[in-house]
């Protein structure tokens, strides 16, 4: 176990993993005690001095060098493959510190933790020196029905504004496309989506856009990587993002949530 530190938040990560994350060597694996959630960060700071971030939950590492639209602790070096990591239920802070210079603390976002439910923090701002805050979602993880997937759309871009969301076979005429979410305003989560397996194409216009306009407004046209392939039982929550720093296009990521 850390000597010293609190077992508030201990993620449940094998020693050489927690190593190699900047933590000290521990005999055993790390895990919680008492009542646990599941959390999981996206670093979506758009300043480019302040963007690239170490992270701590509770003094222990929650991810090294994190750069713009990473998750944690998928970001997190190979073997490893959790989605969340457990985290004991109350109060918790997240802890964000300059990797070219830890003496810089860009930011400490405080979040609670509930009992058996999942939470994404997201990291947001920054731009033009501007306080970096906290956006926190609850996550529902439940299976999907059999042969069915999970989707939803989180809009964390000011720039692009309120948006309606499509999710379609790929390449289908927006005109006749009913949104999936619409006029979703900056800052919120749309509703779960039930959805059959199969691919998908995320495509986001500005709210209210006329149908036969849609085609030539699109603002996001898919996720990184291209399309959603997605076998039954899967789930993922696609979210619109800033443009990249020192680029201008709204673009959108997609996490794996099951």
Not at 36 to 65: K, Q, Y
Not at 92 to 105: C, F
Not at 166 to 179: S, Y
Request: hydrophobic fraction near 50%; proline fraction near 8%; charged fraction near 10%.
């Amino acid at each position: 176990m850390l000597p010293n530190a609190p077992r508030l938040a201990a993620l449940a990560l094998a020693a050489g993993l927690v190593a190699a994350c900047g933590t000290r060597d521990a005999a055993d694996p790390l895990a919680p005690t008492g009542p646990v959630g599941r959390v999981r960060w996206v670093n979506l700071i758009t300043d480019t001095t302040r963007g690239r971030v170490n992270a701590t939950l509770e003094r222990v590492s929650f991810g090294v060098n994190v750069t713009y639209a990473g998750s944690c602790p998928a970001c997190l070096p190979a073997p490893a493959t959790a989605l969340y990591s457990p985290v004991l239920a109350g109060a918790r802070q997240l802890v964000l510190k300059r990797t070219a210079d830890t003496t810089v603390t860009v930011a400490t976002l405080p979040f609670t933790v509930t009992d058996g439910g999942d939470l994404t923090v997201f990291a947001t701002g920054g731009a033009g020196g501007s306080a970096v805050t906290a956006v926190t979602v609850a996550d529902v993880n439940t299976a999907p029905a059999d042969g069915q997937v999970r989707l939803r759309v989180v809009h964390l871009s000011p720039t692009a504004g309120a948006v309606d969301v499509f999710v379609t076979a790929p390449g289908a005429d927006l005109a006749a496309a009913t949104p999936a979410a619409a006029n979703v305003a900056p800052g919120t989560a749309g509703a779960y989506l039930a959805l059959p397996a199969g691919t998908y194409q995320v495509r986001a216009v500005p709210a209210g856009t006329a149908p036969a306009a849609r085609a030539g407004a699109v603002l996001v046209s898919a996720v990184s990587g291209g399309n959603l392939v997605l076998a039954a039982g899967a789930a993922r929550t696609v979210v619109v993002i800033e443009p990249t720093p020192g680029t201008t296009a709204v673009r959108a990521i997609a996490l794996v949530d099951r």
